[in-house]
């Protein structure tokens, strides 16, 4: 069995890559940004909220459910988003660890 180049990692870092891959783009951080600051789950087109297209915008909406930051359920003809608040939480300590290990305190490049 062929072996992918990620699976030669630790999974930690493939799990963290998968997140830093999915905030890499500024309207994915503007949909979570949008989430956030509305306290609750919206149903409707968050497309009106970005200054894209509907079909670019749903495609950075599955980059992100795929990535599992947020849910999307149908309700009649309408998409309810919702942040997936546990994920999130494991996304911030996940960064917080990564960025823990890269102690730069002391660092000198000579």
């Not at 009106?48 to 749903?58: I, Q």
């Not at 990535?67 to 359920?73: D, F, K, M, P, Y």
Request: proline share 2%.
């Amino acid at each position: 069995m062929v072996q992918s180049k990620i699976e030669l990692f630790e999974k930690g870092l493939t799990v963290n890559a998968s997140y830093f891959k999915a905030l890499a783009h500024p309207a994915r951080l503007q949909i979570l940004q949008f989430l956030a600051e509305s306290k609750s789950c919206i149903t409707g087109d968050i497309s009106d909220e970005l200054p894209l297209g509907r079909t670019t915008v749903n495609q950075h909406l599955k980059e992100l459910k795929d990535a599992g930051l947020i849910t999307g359920h149908i309700e009649g003809v309408k998409t309810k988003y919702c942040l997936n608040v546990k994920k999130i939480s494991t996304l911030k300590k996940a960064v917080e660890l990564f960025f823990d290990k890269l102690n730069t305190q002391n660092y000198k490049c000579e």
